[in-house]
């Protein structure tokens, strides 16, 4: 097995908080992050991938999503029936 070594290196700090978080979103650590990143740079010898979140996930749109359903829930929301053939417009 090979040796498990520790890499320390510094960061802005809401660097580091928001890598956590997107992270996070990605259902991984940074620890993990790293990882991949170092074993496709050695074995590419190139910066090898764009990993984003989907922005349906954003902060922003889930804080809008969550204002809709408030309006939902209090009866605020109006809701209209169209055809289909409407909406293709």
Request: proline fraction near 2%.
């Amino acid at each position: 097995m090979a040796q498990v070594v520790n890499v320390n290196f510094r960061m802005d700090a809401d660097l580091k908080k928001n890598m956590e978080q997107a992270c996070s979103e990605l259902g991984m650590s940074m620890t993990t992050a790293f990882t991949i990143f170092a074993k496709k740079v050695s074995r590419e010898k190139r910066i090898p991938f764009d990993v984003s979140v989907d922005p349906f996930y954003s902060e922003s749109n889930m804080r809008y999503l969550k204002k809709i359903a408030q309006d939902i829930a209090q009866g605020r929301a109006h809701f209209a029936e169209r055809e289909l053939s409407e909406m293709e417009e």
